[in-house]
């Protein structure tokens, strides 16, 4: 499945795509950014949250300019609570990263706070 989001999360994380042992917690960790998302605006009105690999990225935010960020943003989430970095500036440098796409993409949801968090 080439753009199914349990898949490219394992893959950027560094673990192999056919490795089933950490599915789990990884699933968790990616319904946890979702929701974080979801408090922020973004993706569908009722919420998301995967169970498989079934799952592919368009089901989240079909033909969306944000999605780009919003992979970029669970990628970050997941490796923080999965594998987070040992040096405390990689961790502040991760977290961040975390912050802007946060603010870039509360601002792509509601343009009207851009002018009040510049």
């Not at 999360?9 to 795509?17: E, F, Q, R």
């Not at 989240?60 to 943003?73: F, G, I």
């Not at 997941?78 to 870039?104: C, H, Y």
Request: without cysteine.
């Amino acid at each position: 499945m080439e753009d199914s989001i349990l898949v490219s999360i394992k893959k950027l994380t560094g673990l192999d795509s056919e490795d089933k042992s950490f599915d789990t917690d990884l699933i968790i960790h990616i319904n946890s950014a979702f929701d974080v998302l979801h408090q922020l605006g973004v993706g569908p009105d009722e919420g998301f949250y995967i169970n498989d690999e079934s799952a592919i990225w368009e089901d989240y935010l079909p033909e969306s300019q944000n999605l780009r960020l919003v992979k970029s943003y669970v990628y970050m989430k997941v490796r923080k609570w999965f594998d987070p970095p040992q040096n405390g500036t990689t961790m502040e440098a991760l977290n961040s990263s975390i912050a802007e796409l946060e603010w870039r993409l509360n601002v792509t949801v509601d343009p009207s706070s851009e002018a009040s968090d510049v």
